[in-house]
């Protein structure tokens, strides 16, 4: 096999394994012993035993050997031959993480980078001991009885376990397995020493299936037949499953876990087609680059058939476009993931999290079903764990303060995502004690962010004072936070990706983060608007409606100009200034201006432009602003004509 073909395949499957190990043991840590700890024991053990049998296959030594030491401990733990504890699942836990670096650092050619020698000697402690190992084992004759295949296998065979199997495999395309000694079970975990025996029932000559045997790999001996050997209790091959052609053993198999996936395997077993098939996720972004760039030349060929007029390149051009918004729409969809992608690690961070600091914690995620851009979802992956460390750290209080308080010991935090028009907003909702907004404008004063007179603070103030870098009111820092860095790189990193983040924070009950997130980066629908002979594009997704100015329908309040639309008061904002052109003076001119209500959440406003030039879809294209440069724009991108316009950030506009 050609490793580097299938390093990323394997890479792929392990992570889903880790994180099934993952959520199996935060289950297991939560149920008393019994039939559901079992199961998720269970659980764990599949998801470990593939990952060995895969690295095993990749020659990953150091990864099978850690999964072989953990899964010995599993199988003691689903015998009821190990009790969990605490110090048993903190050792799990703890096997895990390594087993996910080790996975990293193998595919990564660094597998040496990796050691876990302690690690390795905690789950040996743990694992079988050597007396359990040391079994001679024979296997009875079941009715109807084939031929006794007793093997021994090379002393220093890697991974017998594994050896094993793949001889069992190899005499089931050769015959019926009939019984084996040890179980199944006990030869994929090496609890054996060197020798096992298989009975086959099979129509091969005893020297042909010696041959077929020793030729599995690391047999130095094999024995055919039942003289002198003593009768023991065999475990029937039925009991795990072993029913020749098909590799299924109740354990998912190395084999079929690494070929089940492989994108070139179009046909099932069965003879059926297989609906999904693994893609690269660098094709799909440079598919979407590519869609990216024919949506621009699109909008050129279009102005360029109306300037020429002729009727059917008109209609040609427009067939085009439908089929370039067809294409553009499946591959969008193709690039959307269930946030469950990334929430689902969350869980065990918060874990780890709240028993750092001492404090208890329930965890809640919501609306994992909701899609967004894979790109997306991966780039706000970091920032939601700065997010929820923040909230385990600074916002819920101890069990004791809250016990105090009359609030339960356990803290709660929410994680949830919700679809809204054509966004997705995400939130971290804690019940703890709020944000001391005294203390922040306190701090505030004493950096010199805020005038000294200034006696509260808006929501809006509070968020861009500790989303300010370097901002912190923690009295101290710790492994989770207080250096100031957490809320301003999830600001910063939200804004970059033209979203919007919002605070609700209420003392004494609580505080919410809500990020708002655009559903794809790379194509939105736009309202073009054009100030002096300027054009920006405002993203749709943030306009509610257009108004025609008239001055009826313009007042003042404290000062600041401001819009009456039906029962609603809407702050003012004028483009010309934002960007630095002169205002109107003739009022013929002012009669011309238009308003874009636009609005973010619950915030709203009234954006003074000249005129609506029309809405398209636009590709958004990422820029470098120029240093000290106007902070109003989240990118930029071309025009039908070519011309180059900017990309208006709502978010910096309310």
Do not use: C
Request: no cysteine; glycine share 8%; charged share 25%.
């Amino acid at each position: 096999m050609d490793n580097l073909e299938y390093a990323e395949l394997f890479l792929a499957e392990s992570r889903e394994h880790v994180a099934a190990v993952n959520r199996a043991l935060l289950e297991l840590e939560r149920q008393p012993p019994g039939p559901a700890a079992l199961t998720a024991v269970g659980e764990i053990f599949r998801s470990v035993h593939t990952i060995k049998g895969m690295s095993a296959m990749m020659g990953y030594a150091v990864v099978a050997e850690l999964a072989h030491e953990l899964e010995s401990v599993l199988d003691r733990a689903r015998r009821n031959a190990l009790a969990i504890d605490a110090g048993v699942m903190d050792v799990l836990f703890r096997a895990a993480d390594v087993l996910e670096k080790s996975v990293e650092a193998a595919v990564a050619g660094r597998e040496g980078e990796v050691t876990a020698t302690e690690l390795v000697a905690a789950l040996k402690t743990l694992g079988t001991p050597a007396a359990e190992r040391t079994v001679a084992w024979t296997v009875a004759a079941p009715p109807g009885p084939g031929t006794l295949v007793r093997v021994r296998l090379a002393p220093d065979t890697p991974l017998r376990g594994v050896r094993a199997y793949v001889i069992l495999q190899t005499l089931a395309k050769v015959g019926q397995i009939l019984a084996t000694a040890p179980s199944v079970d006990d030869l994929q975990i090496d609890a054996f020493e060197s020798d096992f025996a298989i009975r086959v029932r099979t129509t091969l000559e005893p020297a042909d299936l010696e041959r077929v045997a020793r030729g599995a790999g690391d047999v130095v001996d094999v024995q055919i037949g039942d003289d002198s050997v003593p009768v023991a209790a065999a475990v029937p091959a039925s009991s795990a499953g072993i029913t020749p052609p098909r590799d299924d053993m109740g354990i998912e198999t190395p084999a079929s876990a690494m070929t089940a996936a492989a994108p070139r395997d179009a046909m099932r077993a069965d003879g059926s087609r297989a609906r999904h098939v693994r893609i690269d996720v660098r094709r799909l972004d440079n598919l979407m680059n590519l869609i990216g760039e024919l949506v621009i030349a699109r909008g050129r060929l279009s102005q360029l058939a109306d300037d020429l007029g002729d009727g059917a390149l008109e209609e040609t051009v427009a067939q085009s476009s439908r089929l370039i918004t067809e294409l553009r729409d499946e591959i969008t969809a193709s690039r959307m993931v269930p946030v469950s992608n990334v929430f689902d690690r969350f869980p065990r961070v918060v874990r780890d999290a709240s028993r750092a600091v001492g404090k208890q914690v329930d965890f809640i995620v919501e609306g994992k079903d909701i899609e967004l851009d894979r790109s997306m979802l991966d780039e706000m992956a970091d920032s939601l764990v700065h997010l929820l460390r923040n909230a385990i750290d600074h916002g819920i209080e101890s069990p004791e303060q809250r016990v105090a308080a009359g609030k339960p010991a356990a803290g709660r935090l929410v994680l949830s995502a919700t679809r809204d028009r054509s966004a997705v907003v995400i939130k971290v909702a804690d019940d703890g004690k709020g944000i001391d907004r005294a203390r922040v404008l306190a701090k505030a004063k004493a950096n010199g962010l805020v005038d000294e007179h200034k006696t509260e603070l808006t929501e809006d103030e509070l968020l861009r004072l500790i989303a300010r870098p370097g901002f912190s009111t923690a009295e101290k820092v710790t492994d989770l936070s207080g250096r100031g860095v957490g809320v301003d790189a999830v600001y910063t990193r939200v804004r970059s990706l033209g979203g919007a983040m919002d605070i609700r924070s209420v003392p004494g009950q609580g505080t919410t983060m809500i990020l708002r997130l655009p559903l794809t980066l790379a194509i939105v629908r736009a309202l073009l608007a054009r100030v002096a002979d300027e054009v920006y594009a405002i993203p749709l997704a943030h306009v509610s409606e257009t108004i025609e100015l008239a001055p009826d329908v313009i007042a003042s309040v404290k000062g600041r100009d401001v819009l009456l639309a039906r029962d609603e008061v809407l702050p003012l904002v004028r483009l010309r200034s934002l960007v630095g052109l002169p205002e109107y003076t003739a009022a013929s001119d002012i009669d011309l201006e238009q308003a874009v209500v636009i609005d973010l959440g619950d915030r709203r406003a009234a954006l003074v432009i000249d005129e609506l030039t029309g809405q398209d879809e636009i590709v958004v294209k990422q820029y470098d602003a120029v240093r000290d440069g106007l902070p109003f724009f989240g990118g930029a991108t071309l025009l039908g004509d070519g011309s180059p316009s900017l990309i208006l950030d709502v978010s910096s506009l309310l």
